[in-house]
Nanobody, 124 residues
Framework: QVQLVESGGGLVQAGGSLELFCAVS?????????MGWFRRSPGKEREFVSS????????TYADSVKGRFTISRDNAKNTVYLQMSSLKPEDTAVYYC????????????????WGQGTQVTVSS
């Protein structure tokens, strides 16, 4: 009943920028959920990237992306964003949008809904 649809992934050179989008739809209000982004690199487990509270008043970032990535949301547009700048080859991963009905979307264990994943590839 709740769908998360991602867009904006692609191929970018190191040092470049890319913005990911996640549209939330279904019989729900996006404001019900803390929203987050996770990623999985080849041969690695899924890891937390960033999250944002239900009102958008607070954000959290993994140490590896602090100062480079910015998460935001527009509840009126049912959309969450991840602006990625100063991209590095190690940022290459499948990025997943996630919705947390109870917690703050800072851990995958509490995620209620996942997007399909979108590939981000950063070349040297």
């Amino acid at each position: 009943q709740v769908q998360l649809v991602e867009s904006g992934g692609g191929l970018v050179q190191a040092g470049g920028s890319l913005e990911l989008f996640c549209a939330v739809s279904g019989r729900t209000f996006i404001s019900r959920y803390a929203m987050g982004w996770f990623r999985r690199s080849p041969g690695k487990e899924r890891e937390f990237v960033s999250s944002i509270t239900r009102s958008g008043s607070s954000t959290t970032y993994a140490d590896s992306v602090k100062g480079r990535f910015t998460i935001s949301r527009d509840n009126a547009k049912n959309t969450v964003y991840l602006q990625m700048s100063s991209l590095k080859p190690e940022d290459t991963a499948v990025y997943y949008c996630a919705a947390d009905v109870a917690g703050g979307a800072t851990t995958s264990h509490g995620i209620a809904y996942w997007g399909q994943g979108t590939q981000v590839t950063v070349s040297s």
